[in-house]
Structure formats: structure tokens, C-alpha cells
């Protein structure tokens, strides 16, 4: 069964370092997005990406943030400066449909576990 | 008013028992509503999803909407140690999901 895989599963960076976190959709998936998941907190939207471009991103996903598909199956998110309250749990997530007025299934990877120290 | 509101729990049941989950919702506009669950440090993973008010059934779980209440239920029957898990309602008008702050379950043999 495809599924979305997410590396590395656990990540530890020292404040002001930049991040990348890799993700690798289902795919024939046409859209793509970030959520993060703080410890014992909501899972929270951060950003929908299709067709090379943000489609959608919450007010969390600020200048420090940035995606990108570098190549045909990867999607990545950085953090150009992270700061202690960027770690999380950073789930990646993909779908065949994302518009609006029709169901998407996002289909969820398992999780890169961010610690900045 | 949030969104989604959840209760997080922790609900602890016996094997067996019927387990009744909730969201209640502000945002007129979610016409999906959908029922994750998600085990320690694991990403969500879908149970069901309705579209719109109504019920919806799949083995040992249903789904309920009452779009005019702006309230969303899950209900598990004969619920079973493997469904200690924690349950995420969210929902969506399209696009992205807004979750709820999830309900831990724990279910005792």
C-alpha cells in the first residue's frame, strides 16, 4: 500500500540552525502539505502546496518557513532560524484532490520529531 | 470560541464497552468531517469520513453529523485493547484540515 514517508524520523538542532525536512508524497498525489504538532497540543496547518506553488498557509507559517519540491518526489519544509518553540512533531501530508467544495483524503507521514535546543 | 472543540480525555473503558467520542465545531462552512486516530509518536491515520449531515457505519465504528448543532460523535462498539489509540475529529470546507485536540482512549482487557 503507497504511503508517505518522512525523514529523518528525529531531528535535534541547536536554536538559530536551519532545518530541512524531508518528505516523499504518495505519488500520484497532486497536493502537498505541512502540519505540526506540538506536544500535547493540537495538530495545527501550517501550509498546502500544488502546481510548485503555496496554495494555502496559516499565520504560524511566517518568513522563517519555507517549501519546496526540489525534484519530482520530494517535499521539503525549512526552517531557516529555529527557535525553542519550533519543536514539534512535523507531520507531511499528501492528497489526489485538494480544492475547495471537494473531499481530500490526506493520506499523513509518520513524523520528523524536531527538538531545538 | 475555538474552531473544533474536543474534550481531551483521558477516557479509560472496559473491553467491550461502547465508547462515545465528541466535537462540537463554529465555522458553518466544514461540509467534511473525518475521525483519525493516532497511536504514541505515529502520524494520523483516517477511520471515516462524512460528507455533510448524517451517518455513516464501518464494522465496529459510526460516525455521526448533526450539522445543525454543529456536532460530530464516533462511536465505538465492542471496543478492544487495539483501539487505545487517541482519536482526532477534524474537519474541512476543502483544503486543509482543522483539527480537534484529540481524545486519548484507553481500553482495559
Known amino acids: 500500500e503507497p504511503e508517505v514517508t518522512q525523514t529523518p524520523s528525529h531531528q535535534v538542532t541547536q536554536m538559530g540552525q536551519e532545518v530541512i525536512l524531508r518528505c516523499v508524497p504518495i505519488?500520484?498525489?497532486?497536493?502537498f502539505y505541512w502540519y505540526r504538532q506540538i506536544l500535547g497540543q493540537k495538530v495545527e496547518f501550517l501550509v498546502s502546496f500544488y502546481n510548485n506553488e503555496i496554495s494555502e498557509k496559516s499565520e504560524i507559517f511566517d518568513d522563517q518557513f519555507s517549501v519546496e519540491r526540489p525534484d519530482g518526489s520530494n517535499f521539503t519544509l525549512k526552517i531557516r532560524s529555529t527557535k525553542l518553540e519550533d519543536s514539534a512533531m512535523y507531520f507531511c501530508?499528501?492528497?489526489?484532490?485538494?480544492?475547495?467544495?471537494?473531499?481530500?483524503?490526506?493520506?499523513f507521514g509518520p513524523g520528523t520529531r524536531l527538538t531545538v535546543l | 470560541q475555538k474552531e473544533v472543540e474536543q474534550d481531551p480525555g483521558p477516557l479509560s473503558v472496559p473491553e467491550g464497552a461502547i465508547v462515545s467520542l465528541n466535537c462540537t465545531y463554529s465555522n458553518s462552512a466544514f461540509q467534511y468531517f473525518m475521525w483519525y486516530r493516532q497511536y504514541s509518536r505515529k502520524g494520523p491515520e483516517l477511520l471515516m469520513y462524512t460528507y455533510s449531515s448524517g451517518n455513516k457505519e464501518d464494522g465496529r465504528f459510526t460516525a455521526q453529523v448533526d450539522k445543525s448543532s454543529k456536532y460530530i460523535s464516533l462511536f465505538i462498539r465492542d471496543s478492544q485493547p487495539s483501539d487505545s489509540a487517541t482519536y482526532l475529529c477534524?474537519?474541512?470546507?476543502?483544503?486543509?484540515?482543522?483539527f480537534g485536540q484529540g481524545t486519548e482512549l484507553s481500553v482495559k482487557p
Open positions: 505519488s500520484n498525489h497532486l497536493y
Open positions: 477534524a474537519m474541512s470546507g476543502g483544503g486543509k484540515l482543522i
Open positions: 501530508a499528501s492528497s489526489l484532490r485538494g480544492t475547495r467544495n471537494s473531499y481530500n483524503e490526506q493520506f
